[in-house]
């Protein structure tokens, strides 16, 4: 097996059009080489300055312009945010005052329809009092022609009794008309 040289080898024109590697020798890593430092200066300058440029003018206004346009957005949402929590915070105020009057109104009407009740109901029994009333009156004025009737059935009951009594205990006849007077005294009394 043959050794092979670690040796770089530039690359030299070889047959047929190709490029054959020659070998060659690289002290230094290129960037620090300190005889192109000179150049790579000046092309990072022009480099930092370009890119300077493109940021200062394009991009960084354009980003701005979005952070404002952002910042903005969001100023306006919270307006808009307050604006609806005052106008929800209205409509509940509202909405509490429309139910505070609906529950007064309510018990107006309750009230309103417990007295109309109460008016129906006093009425009403005011007027089947007096109908009891007519009805005692009538029934009592009843009972009087009825007692009356037959007080004076007793009268006249009690006299044929008291007759009978006489004649079977004392076999006598007294007449209709002394019986009656001594049976209207006793009933007097």
Not at 109 to 125: C, F, L, P, T, V
Request: aromatic share 6%.
């Amino acid at each position: 097996m043959a050794t092979q040289s670690h040796e770089p080898t530039p690359f030299a024109p070889g047959e047929g059009g190709t490029l054959v590697e020659q070998p060659a020798e690289h002290k230094v890593f290129p960037p620090f080489d300190s005889t192109t430092f000179a150049s790579q200066l000046l092309w990072f300058a022009i480099t930092f300055v370009l890119l300077y440029y493109v940021m200062s003018k394009i991009a960084l206004p354009r980003i701005a312009g979005i952070l404002e346009d952002r910042r903005d957005r969001i100023a306006s949402d919270l307006d808009l945010a307050e604006r609806l929590k005052q106008d929800s915070k209205a409509a509940l105020a509202g909405y509490e005052k429309s139910l505070a009057e609906a529950r007064i109104r309510a018990n107006a009407i309750a009230e309103g329809a417990r007295d109309g009740a109460k008016q129906a109901a006093a009425a009403k029994r005011a007027a089947t009092e007096a109908n009891l009333a007519n009805k005692l009156a009538a029934a009592e004025k009843r009972i009087g022609e009825i007692k009356s009737k037959a007080l004076a059935d007793v009268g006249e009951i009690a006299s044929e009794t008291a007759e009978s009594v006489i004649r079977a205990l004392v076999d006598s006849d007294l007449g209709k008309t002394e019986i009656a007077d001594a049976v209207a005294s006793v009933m007097a009394k």
